[in-house]
Nanobody, 119 residues
Framework: QVQLVESGGGLVQPGGSLRLECVTD????????MAWYREFPAKSRERVAI???????DYADSVRGRFTIVSGGHLNTVDLQMDNLQTDDSATYFC?????????????WGQGTQVTVAS
């Protein structure tokens, strides 16, 4: 069974930084991409940043220049460095791993980690 586990969330003041980490257990394959999503109360999940296995990255406009997605240094791990955090960044953050095979895609999700930005 494939499990993604996030860590690193917490409470931080505006302008502060946090680093989220995601590790994968039980995978016998390499994800095509890994990403971080966030979910606000009563709203749909939005993608924050994505790292493809080619090394390419992409960011939501709201976080570009403040957040950086990088490999966690091991297979199927990904970190999200979040700098200059703002109150609007408060949300539950989810790690995603996507496997593409042929015309099919399969998504795997972590349980989420809470990030709260408040003074």
């Amino acid at each position: 069974q494939v499990q993604l586990v996030e860590s690193g969330g917490g409470l931080v003041q505006p302008g502060g930084s946090l680093r989220l980490e995601c590790v994968t257990d039980g995978a016998t394959f390499t994800f095509t991409s890994m990403a971080w999503y966030r979910e606000f109360p009563a709203k749909s999940r939005e993608r924050v940043a994505i790292l493809y296995n080619t090394g390419n990255t992409d960011y939501a406009d709201s976080v570009r220049g403040r957040f950086t997605i990088v490999s966690g240094g091991h297979l199927n791990t990904v970190d999200l460095q979040m700098d200059n955090l703002q109150t609007d960044d408060s949300a539950t953050y989810f790690c995603n791993g996507q496997l593409e095979y042929g015309f099919d895609k399969r998504d795997f999700w972590g349980q989420g980690t809470q990030v709260t930005v408040a003074s």
